[in-house]
């Protein structure tokens, strides 16, 4: 497969340089880089200034502090590196009036054969390019940063490390943070006194369809020694039983999401849970020989 291609519009090319200690120049970008996987191309946008002082910018027509980057260095800057490959690519621009970043959208920029990131600093760019060069816009979140570079570069990261064979098996994104879980329909539907409605499955009067798929937080991990400052790792994860582990992980990612980030499981979903969870229990319970569903989840016991 060819290399996802890159190129970043910016007035600060250093901050992509492909090798240590640039940001993009360790771990898993660089060694994707190395691989073939993917390729980036930073371009001045001053090299397409006709000035003198090769000045991207100017002071905002109404008055007011800052400076606006001008149109027509970005302009031509667009079109003479778009044409450097006959691939069309994605115009993207990092501001903070974008888009908010989701996991999902990264998925989907994952599956393309090239982006052109177009990082502004200064005030913003003049609203007229915008419009002109109609690029998704994207922000990272609700605060403001010196400049776009850094949002592509976070940008990039997120992409690269989805590409196909970015990530060892070591490593894996299968359970990422904001990665899809795919939740079982619960095998026994409770019925709940106050509705008189079953709990969690098909015939509740819930849009949830089950199986479903759900962006939720990543579980805990642990690793060497089995105990430290006397804290044991959790039994279930030394069983070597892989459906009770998956089990247990599965109900520690939807543990971890409630408390976290209810604002992330839709209501009917909850609605389902609670039969899930208890069924998720008595699968690792069994490898834990308690069948019962008063399992210590956080496994502390010492
Ligand atoms: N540029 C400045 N702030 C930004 C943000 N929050 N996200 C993306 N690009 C930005």
């Known amino acids: 497969m060819a290399a996802l291609r890159f190129d970043i519009l910016t007035t600060f090319p250093g901050m992509f340089a492909s090798d240590a200690p640039a940001a993009l120049g360790f771990s898993i970008p660089s060694r994707a880089r190395a691989a073939g ?7 001045d946008v001053r090299a397409f200034t006709t000035d003198r002082h090769a000045k991207t910018d100017d002071r905002p027509f ?10 027509r260095p970005l302009w031509d800057a667009i079109q003479a590196v778009e044409a450097q490959d006959a ?12 888009e908010r970043l989701t996991q999902r959208r990264v998925e989907a920029l994952a599956g393309l054969p090239r982006i052109l990131l177009i990082a502004g ?6 609203d007229r390019l915008v419009k002109a060069v109609e690029p998704l816009e994207l922000s990272l979140g609700d605060y403001v940063l ?13 992409i690269i490390r989805l590409l196909p064979g970015a990530v060892g098996h070591e490593e894996s994104t299968g359970q990422d ?3 899809l879980a795919r939740l079982p329909k619960p095998k026994r539907i409770r019925r709940t006194r106050a509705t008189g409605r079953g709990q969690g499955g098909g015939d509740s009067g819930t849009i949830v369809e089950w199986p479903c798929e759900v962006p939720l937080l990543d579980c805990p991990h642990f690793t060497k020694p089995r105990v430290w400052d006397g804290r044991a790792v959790p039994e279930i994860l030394l069983s070597g039983d892989h459906e009770a582990v998956d089990a247990w992980r599965l109900e520690q990612r939807i543990l971890a ?4 980030r209810p604002d992330m499981i839709p209501d009917d979903l909850r609605r389902g849970l609670p039969a899930l969870l208890e069924q998720l229990r008595s699968v690792y319970g069994r490898a834990l020989n308690t069948e019962g569903t008063d399992i210590d989840p956080a496994g502390d016991r010492a």
């Not at 109404?62 to 149109?71: A, K, Q």
């Not at 691939?87 to 990092?94: E, G, K, M, S, T």
């Not at 600093?121 to 003049?126: L, P, T």
């Not at 999401?257 to 976290?260: D, K, Y």
Request: contains cysteine.
């Open 177 to 179: 943070s904001y990665s």
């Open 37 to 43: 996987l993917v390729e980036w191309h930073a371009h």
């Open 257 to 260: 999401t409630e408390a976290r």
């Open 146 to 158: 010196s400049g776009g570079e850094l949002a592509a570069l976070v940008l990039m990261d997120a």
């Open 121 to 126: 600093h200064y005030e913003g760019i003049d």
């Open 62 to 71: 109404g008055g007011g502090p800052g400076m606006v980057m001008t149109c």
């Open 87 to 98: 691939r069309r690519p994605l115009r993207v621009l990092l501001t903070p009036q974008g």
